[in-house]
């Protein structure tokens, strides 16, 4: 178990918790999901998705792919989305990490394009907890750069107008749109937790500063 500020499950290893119970935390997600195997990420707010076979911490990636049993991938985040996303018949999963720079640089496209190569099409997205739109003020220059990047349906759904006027990024309601955009139905879509900022039982960087960071994870169960 961490100590304060990362506690209670703090499952990052580059946020200054002891190394003993960042593994001991690890092992508890992997143990709940029934195996010993977890692979895990480096995030550098890239979309760069790498394909694991198996327990690992993959350096400059935003993304994990695998069609393995039993291994466990976990996508960190405090205040940018971690989630999930489950190939048809279990055949691949896939986790990333995705912020306003994951909107930009679309490493949802590549994740979802990951796992369909190995599993055909898509079967379901979660979507875990993030800083809403009006907890997370932009600058307009930021405004500006998701702009150019991304389409206009994406667009719309990630500026959200602060009561201040500030524009401010909802990077769970961008990521959703372009899911959408690449084909997933909004049917199969799910969010779980709310706004990591409001949220005092979840980890915010951008509230805290100093804190840890909570987890997607997914993983094949075999025989099912
Ligand atoms: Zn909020």
Known sequence: MSPAPYDTL??????????????????????????SDLATMRCVHGA???????????????GLVTTNAGLVLLALGADCVPLAIIGSNGMA???AHCGWRGLVGDVIGEAVNAVAALAGSVQEVVLGPAVCGACYPVPPERVDMLRDAVSR???????????????????RAGARARFV???VPARIIRFVGG???EDQGLFSYRRDGVTGRQGMAACIVEGT
């Open 181 to 183: 955009e690449l084909g």
């Open 153 to 171: 349906g994406v667009c719309t759904a990630a500026i959200a107008t602060r009561h201040d006027g500030q524009p401010g990024i909802d990077v």
């Open 195 to 197: 706004c990591t900022v």
């Open 93 to 95: 999963i896939g986790v």
């Open 10 to 35: 703090n499952l990052a290893g580059y946020v200054g918790d002891l190394p003993g119970a960042v593994t001991e935390n690890r092992d508890r997600v992997a143990r709940a999901m029934g195996s």
């Open 48 to 62: 760069a998705v790498a394909r694991v076979h198996g327990p690992s911490e993959t350096e400059a990636v935003d």
